[in-house]
């Protein structure tokens, strides 16, 4: 985010020393410094990543807002995630009373590759070439670390450090909305009404139904990721892979024909995390945490370099997690205007994108802010805004999980072998170099003005 206030209203460099509010109000016990009242009530379903984005940032620009969420508590799922610079400018705009930043405690969680950099293999285990990792920008940071780790501190912060209620145990059943109004229907029947509702429900949304008005099936992507996270301690015993946990954090890659693996090892090598991203045309199943066999790991990664096959041995466990895909959704609003689509929900990655998260975060910055500068009489032209500017930026960032994907798997290995950074991971500054929140400021009179126009 920009270095200089955008809004008189929030001092975007502000470290929250003040005890007093000078330009803002508090909510609960908060000290952080924020907007005024906007009168507005939101109410956002989900506490991803997505989610908590949304309602941190409605918080800062002054808004009134809850979570509904249906987990019953905070459990620290899943393995590894990647956050570019363009969540890093998120991140660090969000501060803690003491002075410190939420990019400050994620940072010992993530993984810091200044020395190793990445070391990419053809499957064979050829070296290729080593790709260096960038110096870190510090205004923009860019993380990698376990979920789980990660999004306890986002959820903290939101919870405890700014006082936003979320509502644990609370599954959403329906979605509801009249001209004026919308609102949500939980399981046990309770009704709860805000003037917008942002649907940040993940890939499986009951938000995405009413707001498309069908159930929109996903479809098999033909590949799927084996995934697993463990201590590195049956690696530092064996000769042939405890280098990788002893001289700090590693990253490596090994590709082939429709198949990569990606190892880590992460703070300071104690934490060893692979993907393993292969062919699968099995029936799909949407979920996180469905088991895999390791005898299936073993069939994918065979005739591979042996180290791949060192490094899987000392996996305890394997989670199988089947690529789903959905073609871009026609819309991500509802017919009035009230409900709100945000991050998987409206638009699920491929992680070859390493850009889901991110892309969630930034749709809540872009939303908070559409809907401070429009207010609380013309909110639903504040949400076609926030489609209006994100569409396309989302829609093109998505694309490039395939054209990652489809360089790595179908390598020419004669090419790369004369011009050996093609096969490097993209890095390109039109995704990571964006400000979420100066483009939604740039944008915004324009196209606010459209829709204000159309309602009229
Ligand atoms: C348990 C879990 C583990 C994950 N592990 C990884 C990982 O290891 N690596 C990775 O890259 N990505 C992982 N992801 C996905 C990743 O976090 C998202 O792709 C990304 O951060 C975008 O986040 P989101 O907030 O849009 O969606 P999500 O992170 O999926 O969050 C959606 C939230 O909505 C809640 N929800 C869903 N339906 C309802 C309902 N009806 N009522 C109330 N609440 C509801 C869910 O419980 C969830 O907390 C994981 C997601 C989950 C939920």
């Not at 506490?47 to 969420?69: K, N, P, S």
């Not at 046990?188 to 009404?193: A, L, N, P, R």
């Not at 890939?203 to 498309?212: D, F, N």
């Not at 002893?246 to 692979?274: A, M, Q, R, Y």
Request: hydrophobic share 35%; net charge negative; with cysteine.
């Amino acid at each position: 985010m920009s270095e200089v206030p955008l809004e008189a209203s929030i001092p975007a460099e502000s470290n929250g020393h003040t005890n007093g509010h000078a330009n803002g109000h508090s909510n609960g016990t908060s000290k952080v410094p924020r907007a005024p009242p906007s009168g507005i009530k939101v109410i956002v379903v989900g506490a991803g990543f997505g989610g908590l984005t949304a309602a941190i940032e409605c918080h800062r620009q002054g808004h009134d807002v809850e979570i509904y969420e249906s987990f019953k508590e905070l459990k620290a799922l899943g393995d590894i995630i990647s956050f570019g610079a363009n969540a890093g400018r998120i991140f660090r705009q969000w501060h803690y009373a003491a002075g410190d930043r939420v990019s400050d405690r994620l940072r010992p969680l993530s993984i810091d590759l200044r020395k190793h950099g990445f070391r990419i293999h053809k499957w064979t285990g050829e070296f290729i070439i080593k790709q260096e990792t960038p110096e870190q920008d510090p205004t923009a940071p860019v993380f990698n670390g376990h979920r789980g780790e990660l999004h306890t501190v986002v959820f903290e912060y939101a919870r405890d450090e700014l006082g936003i209620p979320i509502h644990l145990g609370s599954r959403i059943q329906k979605y509801f909305e009249t001209e004026k109004d919308a609102g949500i229907i939980l399981e046990d029947g309770e009704k709860v009404t805000a003037d917008l509702v942002i649907g940040s429900d993940g890939v499986r949304s009951k938000a995405r139904e009413l707001v498309l008005g069908y159930f929109d099936k996903p479809k098999p992507s033909g590949y799927a990721v084996f995934r697993a996270w463990f201590p590195n301690t049956d690696m530092i015993k064996d000769p042939r892979t405890k280098h990788f946990c002893e001289n700090g954090d590693t990253f490596n890659g090994w590709i082939g024909p429709d198949v990569h693996f990606l190892f880590s090892t992460i703070k300071n090598g104690s934490d060893c995390c692979w993907v393993l991203t292969h062919r699968d045309d099995n029936d799909i199943e949407e979920s996180w945490s469905l088991p895999g066999k390791m005898e299936d790991v073993y069939k994918v990664i065979e005739g591979w370099d042996p180290l791949c096959k060192a490094i899987v041995e000392k996996t305890p466990s394997v989670v199988d997690w089947k690529l789903v895909y959905r073609d871009p959704l026609p819309r991500w609003i509802s017919d009035n205007g009230r409900i709100a689509l945000a991050g998987d929900s409206a638009h699920p990655f491929l992680p070859t994108s390493a850009q889901g998260a991110t892309q969630a975060m930034e749709d809540g910055v872009t939303i908070a802010y559409c809907l401070r500068k429009a207010g609380k009489d013309n909110i639903p032209a504040a949400l076609r805004s926030f489609q209006d500017i994100r569409y396309d930026r989302v829609k093109a960032v998505q694309k490039t999980g395939e054209t990652t994907r489809d360089m790595w798997h179908k390598a020419d290995w004669d090419k790369v072998k004369t011009n050996p950074e093609a096969i490097q991971m993209p890095r390109e500054d039109w995704i990571h170099g964006y400000d979420a929140e100066k483009d939604t400021a740039e944008k915004f009179p324009e196209t606010f003005q459209k829709f204000i126009v159309a309602a009229a």
